[in-house]
């Protein structure tokens, strides 16, 4: 057998192996990595939300939206479970807004944004802009909320998404 041929098929072995034992790693994980984000959410949404006694999921262009009810049926809030355009590709988090349409939190629950720079989104200092914000306000970078020189594109794409969420809520959930 031609010496190329050979390592050829050997490596063609070795690379279906590897790709066999990965595949049968992500689907023996999968359904522990879901819940764990599942949970992770849930304690969020009863973090922003303590009251809350049941909730309400509508799907909006892939994206979920959580209406939260309080034991006497009220209207108490919405969490949107979201995602933005960041500089490091997708940003996802989830958005708290209570019944009169103010910004109560924020949480980003993954993203792949630079460290030391973009990741800026997840400090105190930059969430703490967007909290109070309402849909009246015009939620823009550089009007009602600074960008953060150095990560404007990641701080600049959550600024926009909460935006667009903002209004997504106003027209499609409230």
Known sequence: ?????????????????????????NNATEPIITER????????????????????????????????YDAGGELIG???QVKAN?????????LA???????IGIRISSHGETPGIGDVITS???QERLIGLNIEDPIEAGVDV???????VST??????????????GENVL
Request: aromatic letters at 8%; a negative charge; hydrophobic letters at 45%.
């Open 156 to 169: 600049g794409g959550v600024i926009s998404s909460v935006r667009r969420v903002m209004d997504i809520i």
């Open 124 to 126: 105190p200092d930059f």
């Open 86 to 94: 960041g500089y490091g590709g997708s940003i996802d988090y989830d």
């Open 37 to 68: 984000i599942e949970t992770e959410f849930l304690a969020a949404l009863e973090g922003f939300f303590p009251e809350v006694a049941e909730y309400e999921v509508k799907k909006i262009d892939k994206e979920e939206f959580y209406s939260c």
């Open 1 to 25: 057998m031609h010496e190329g041929l050979r390592m050829t098929l050997v490596l063609l072995i070795i690379g279906v192996l590897c790709g066999t034992l990965l595949a049968t790693a």
């Open 97 to 103: 807004v209570n019944a009169d349409m103010d910004i």
């Open 78 to 80: 919405i969490v949107g």
């Open 146 to 152: 600074d960008a953060i020189s150095g990560a404007t």
